[in-house]
C-alpha cells in the first residue's frame, strides 16, 4: 500500500496541465473521431433501410 502512495505521488507530481495547444489538438481529434463514428452509423442505416426497402413488396 506504501509502495502505491509513494508511485501516485510520483505521477501526480510528473502531471501537468495541458497547455491551449495541446487541448486544442486532443479536442479536434476526439471531435473527428464522434464525427467519423457518427457517419459510419448512419452510413449502415441509411444501407439496412435501403435492404428492407427492396425486401419488402
Known amino acids: 500500500?506504501?509502495?502505491?502512495?509513494?508511485?501516485?505521488?510520483?505521477?501526480?507530481a510528473v502531471a501537468?496541465?495541458?497547455g491551449r495547444?495541446?487541448?486544442l489538438q486532443v479536442a479536434?481529434?476526439?471531435g473527428l473521431g464522434?464525427?467519423?463514428f457518427g457517419l459510419v452509423?448512419?452510413?449502415?442505416?441509411?444501407i439496412s433501410?435501403?435492404?428492407?426497402g427492396m425486401l419488402t413488396p
Not at 433501410?49 to 428492407?52: D, L, M, T, V
Request: no cysteine.
Open 16 to 18: 501537468r496541465k495541458p
Open 49 to 52: 433501410y435501403f435492404i428492407q
Open 21 to 23: 495547444e495541446e487541448y
Open 34 to 36: 464522434i464525427l467519423v
Open 28 to 30: 479536434k481529434v476526439a
Open 41 to 46: 452509423g448512419f452510413a449502415i442505416m441509411l
Open 1 to 12: 500500500m506504501r509502495k502505491f502512495f509513494h508511485e501516485a505521488k510520483r505521477v501526480i
